[in-house]
């Protein structure tokens, strides 16, 4: 029986806790009625919590929430409604109405001097507060890395041109190191010396322990090769490279001893062979070659070129360090390092803040950093101690609530070490602490819980400091409603097929099922699946490629969250071939590349002639008139480059030119100018450091498409699009959908193959590893072996936080490619992976029944070059001669009207310009409020409505209205009338909208919202929130509406020409609509 810890959670306030909240468990009301409760039962004042979280979101959503929970609790209280964390403190803590509402009301009055917020937050406050005692210049400030980039270079050049001019003090030395390592790769070297990661380091601080694990893998080299040689034959290349490894490891040993270092017994080892013999087993083969790499990396000579390194920029690095202080640049690593240190060292400081804050909640604590929970675990002390290190802290009761899940524990690169959280969890509950267990899903149907612990039981296995024990879920809903499916592949008739082409695969079912449940699939509110309800979920964004490419050739409408191949946007390279070829007319790449761009649409043929013709520059004087205007809108630009404003100057190309018209058109429509836009916030962002012109800004915009490519994602706002959303896993981690798509289940560990790291820190060692170009120092050799079996650990835990993010349906997708069984052997162990040879239907896991659809392997050919059609070519010459003629006639009737400045809104149709009394202000303030609600309910359908009326009502700036809107909306979501209006798709929400009347007014409004019905009419909706008896609604229309909704139909008639529109007042109180 799996038992729930919620009660223990709710009532004990006097005790230090760790929560440990499964996926869907509710944890996140849960921290918000624990915040109540130590404002209401506890009696803290507001500005004495600190609530932490590790995204703005979040800790938005959390401050709104408890807003909205002590508004509520106010009306409960007020209104004697039934609410259960009202009974909780009169039950439980003996709470009086009249204190609980006093404490309400005093909590929300000063609510913004809460510390709710990011850790970073909470860090710069706290240095801001105390920057002379922190060491800072007083004028420090974060610095997003631009203004550190920049003092770098200056001082690289300066450096290289003393180091390797005529007169190089240290020649030899330069061309030792340049022999192993680029300059390239050494500049990025002294670059990852300078960061905030690393306060100091020091190559020798552990060489008496990495001695011993050299001398120690010695001997497993040694040993292994004498198992592996086989009797009375002579060694082959596998057994004498371990051998080699052996001697090798020794010498490191001594090397780092200070020992004298024999000479290797042979120049060069022989090569470790690629694949295992055959009287070799796979963990034999595996462990042998491990050591081998261990030993290439550490080898004493590899070691002296790393000092060597090392010492050639020693002097750069502190100069660059000095600048960094000098000038006030702090990283993000430098906001929490510099709080811990301030906290760690001066205990004043530490007495001031402990004595300012009476409790500290901590939200997803098993994605803490080590050195975030070290400065956190010295603001809860007790008040009269005084730890000089976090292991010695004594923690005052009941100060400090932290829930995590470590199961959910998958941002090892962030810096969250699965160890720390391990350790400061133990020394909480060894202080007196409680653990408590949440369990209980209330997310997901009960099939996608059962395949959650079915696999991640059999593959979470605990291993001290690398992995928790897996503590399962459960819920109470129990209907069987086939919620988890497989898509299998099955392999190539003709052979071996390469991942790529089983991806396309893959991607192709993909869209088919897309194809065939948008529209049709009824999810659990009676709503149609839409494409905005589908989540699809790679491991790696480098994987999602195929699956876009699928989706957009059927047409599917989509949203990369995240795309690391978003240097290769089409609509990017556009914008920049413009810059490019508008700053340096001699730049012929460029040129060429814009001239057969959208917006020019020159082929390649044309551009070709053009070559040949020697006017492929901007130099030459075209008689070709088309090509004479686009050389001219080029010189136009170029002209301007220098005297304008670089952020302006990326704007007037969006706003003078058809660029982002054009690209929105050939490429993504939406996501094509939401990524056309996000270059231009990067210019601002660049210049805001500085003067920079335009040639400086496409520099480093190249240096970030090659380094760091996913700066430039562009994910579209979550209400912009009827779209699937298409992202990792580790994007979605806090995220819910009706449709969840697992892609490429046959993917080997990510972890297996990742990039090597330029540097690696371990809390647990105290140890900083480097690299620089392909060699590495002994730590990094040494905590890379460590990272791999954290990889591996962490993999399972990716997987977990993926099968739980399905709310209705869980689909599976993989193939049948060689190594698959391997790759998915978490789904294998619980005999819940397909078999390619059987092909059972169904797949069964106790009560779970997996149904399995097989799909035979096609040659991507066959589908790949297949395009969703477009749209007639007759038909597009028509709307553009229809624009043409529209066009011509507003510019008539727009300097016509420039005379008489005539304008009118619907609503001065039906009222005078008179002032609002109190109730009419009161009136409409409800209005707005219950319509901004509306908007966000209809274009996020899984936003709750309390969640909504309090967004809108903040966003009205009316927040006393959020009580009364949402008694008014709550009966109308259950109505039959919202029930037609969610089976619609909404085209639109608060639309504006203008136009000119033949007599030359100009009428411009709002609509309210703008539906299309399954049979295809367009449904206009404008909300009314009149106190009217039911079946008045026609007479209420006739006498005070029709003239407004009349203009919104006409304007809904004349943006949608040609199609049935229907136009409704709404009235919410009466659930009825009345049409015109």
């Not at 653990?435 to 149907?445: M, T, V």
């Not at 699809?536 to 480098?542: G, Q, S």
């Not at 009118?904 to 409020?929: H, N």
């Not at 319509?931 to 009326?949: G, N, W």
Request: proline share 5%; with cysteine; charged share 25%.
């Amino acid at each position: 029986m799996i038992t729930e810890d919620r009660s223990q959670v709710q009532t004990r306030l006097d005790v230090n806790m760790v929560v440990e909240a499964g996926a869907g468990t509710g944890k996140t009301t849960l921290l918000i009625d624990r915040l109540c409760l130590a404002v209401l039962a506890r009696g803290i004042q507001v500005e004495k919590l600190v609530a932490l979280t590790f995204t703005e979101k979040a800790a938005a959503e959390i401050k709104t929430r408890f807003m909205d929970k002590l508004q509520h609790l106010i009306r409960a209280v007020q209104e004697h409604e039934p609410d259960r964390t009202l009974e909780l403190l009169q039950n439980s803590f003996s709470v009086s109405d009249a204190d609980i509402a006093s404490r309400a009301e005093a909590a929300l009055s000063r609510l913004d001097r809460a510390a709710i917020g990011t850790i970073h937050g909470f860090c710069a406050d706290i240095l801001k507060a105390f920057p002379l005692e922190a060491g800072l210049s007083p004028h420090a400030e974060i610095d997003a890395g631009q203004r550190a980039a920049r003092l770098f270079d200056a001082r690289w050049n300066t450096f290289l041109d003393e180091e390797l001019g005529v007169n190089a003090p240290r020649a030899e030395a330069w061309k030792r190191v340049l022999a192993e390592i680029s300059l390239p790769d050494l500049k990025a070297f002294a670059q990852e010396l300078c960061s905030g990661k690393i306060e100091a380091y020091d190559y020798y601080t552990h060489r008496d322990l990495l001695a011993s694990v050299c001398l120690e893998r010695a001997r497993q080299a040694e040993e292994l090769a004498a198992a592996l040689t086989r009797p009375g034959k002579k060694a082959r290349n596998g057994e004498l490279a371990l051998a080699a490894a052996g001697q090798s490891l020794r010498r490191t040993a001594a090397f780092l001893k200070g020992q004298p270092v024999p000479a290797p017994a042979a120049q060069t080892a022989p090569a470790f062979p690629a694949a295992a013999y055959k009287d070799w087993d796979e963990a034999d083969f595996e462990q042998a070659r491990s050591l081998v790499l261990f030993a290439e990396k550490t080898a004493p000579e590899k070691q002296q070129i790393f000092l060597s390194a090392l010492e050639l920029v020693q002097r750069v690095t502190e100069e660059v360090r000095a600048d960094y202080a000098r000038e006030g640049i702090l990283s993000f690593d430098d906001l929490i390092v510099k709080t811990r240190n301030l906290l760690e060292k001066n205990l004043y400081v530490r007495r001031l803040l402990k004595e300012k804050f009476d409790v500290l909640f901590i939200d997803e604590f098993q994605d803490t950093d080590p050195v975030q929970g070290e400065l956190l675990l010295f603001l809860a002390e007790e008040k009269a101690s005084s730890a000089g290190r976090w292991q010695d802290v004594r923690l005052a009761p009941g100060k400090l609530f932290v829930v995590g899940d470590p199961k959910q524990s998958i941002y090892r690169f962030r810096g969250a070490d699965i160890t720390a959280y391990e350790l400061f969890t133990d020394l909480i509950l060894k202080q007196g602490g409680v653990k408590c267990f949440l369990r209980q899903n209330f997310r997901s149907e009960a099939e996608i819980i059962d395949a959650a612990n079915a696999v991640c039981s059999r593959a979470m296995i605990q291993q001290t400091a690398f992995q928790p024990a897996y503590e399962p879920i459960y819920t109470a809903k129990t209907a069987r409603t086939g919620a988890v499916q497989w898509l299998f592949v099955t392999p190539a008739p003709d052979g071996p097929a390469g991942a790529d082409d089983f991806r396309d695969n893959q991607a192709e079912r993909i869209a088919d099922w897309i194809e065939a449940n948008v529209g049709r699939m009824t999810l659990s509110d009676g709503r149609k699946l839409q494409y905005r309800d589908i989540a699809l979920l790679t491991r790696a964004a480098t994987t999602a490629g195929p699956y876009t490419d699928a989706l957009r050739r059927r047409g599917i409408v989509f949203n990369v969250e995240t795309d690391k191949n978003f240097y290769r946007k089409q609509e990017i390279n556009d914008f920049l071939n413009f810059l490019r070829a508008a700053q340096d007319v001699q730049d012929r790449t460029a040129l060429a590349g814009i001239l057969r761009s959208p917006l020019f649409g020159f082929t390649d043929e044309e551009i070709y002639q053009i070559a040949r013709r020697g006017e492929l520059t901007l130099s030459a004087r075209p008689a070709d008139a088309r090509l004479a205007q686009s050389y001219a809108l080029l010189k136009q630009f170029g002209r301007r480059a220098g005297r304008t404003p670089l952020k302006e100057l990326l704007q007037a190309v969006l706003d003078e030119t058809f660029l982002p018209e054009a690209c929105a058109a050939a490429y993504e429509g939406e996501q094509t100018l939401a990524n056309l836009n996000r270059l231009v916030t990067l210019a601002q962002g660049y210049a805001a450091d500085g003067a920079a012109s335009l040639q400086q800004f496409l520099a480093e915009v190249q240096t970030i498409l090659e380094e760091e490519p996913e700066r430039l994602g562009a994910p579209l706002p979550e209400e912009a699009l009827n779209a699937v959303s298409v992202m990792t896993v580790h994007k979605s981690k806090g995220l819910e959908f009706p449709v969840v798509i697992l892609a490429d289940l046959s993917k080997k560990d990510s972890a297996a193959v990742s990039q090597p790291a330029r540097h690696i820190f371990s809390w647990q060692y105290n140890m900083h590893g480097l690299r620089a170009g392909k060699v590495c120092d002994v730590n990094l050799a040494f905590l890379e072996e460590e990272q791999k079996k954290h990889g591996k650990c962490e993999e399972v835990r990716v997987l977990y936080v993926a099968l739980t993010r399905a709310r209705e349906k869980l689909i599976l997708a993989a193939d049948g490619r060689k190594g698959a069984l391997k790759a998915a052997a978490a789904f294998a162990a619980a005999g819940l992976f397909p078999n390619e040879e059987t092909c059972p239907p169904v797949l069964q896991e106790e009560a779970l029944q997996v149904p399995v659809v097989y799909a035979p392997y096609q040659n991507p050919e066959t589908f790949l070059y297949r395009h969703a059609a477009a749209p007639a070519a007759a038909e597009t010459e028509r709307e553009l001669a229809a624009w043409r003629t529209a066009h011509e006639r507003r510019k008539t009737q727009y300097e016509r009207l420039l005379q008489t400045a005539l304008a009118q809104t619907p609503s001065e149709r039906v009222l005078e310009d008179l002032p609002l009394t109190p109730a009419q202000q009161a009136a409409a303030q409800l209005g707005t409020v219950c319509h901004r609600t509306l908007e966000k309910i209809l274009t996020r359908p899984q936003t709750d409505l309390q969640t909504a009326v309090s967004l809108a009502a903040a966003q009205a700036g009316a927040p006393e209205r959020a009580p009364e809107a949402k008694a008014l909306l709550e009966p109308f979501l259950q109505s039959a009338l919202f029930g037609q209006m969610t089976a619609c798709n909404v085209l639109a929400c608060e639309m504006p909208f203008s136009f000119a009347e033949p007599e030359g007014e100009i009428v411009s409004g709002v609509m309210d919202a703008v539906l299309q019905t399954p049979e295809g009419t367009v449904w206009v909706l404008d909300y009314k929130t009149d106190q009217i008896r039911p079946g008045a609604e026609k007479a209420v229309l006739d006498e005070k509406y029709r003239p407004q909704l009349e203009v919104y139909v006409r304007a809904a008639q004349k943006l949608f020409a040609g199609r049935k529109v229907r136009g409704s007042a709404v009235f919410l109180r009466t659930f009825a609509a009345a049409d015109l």
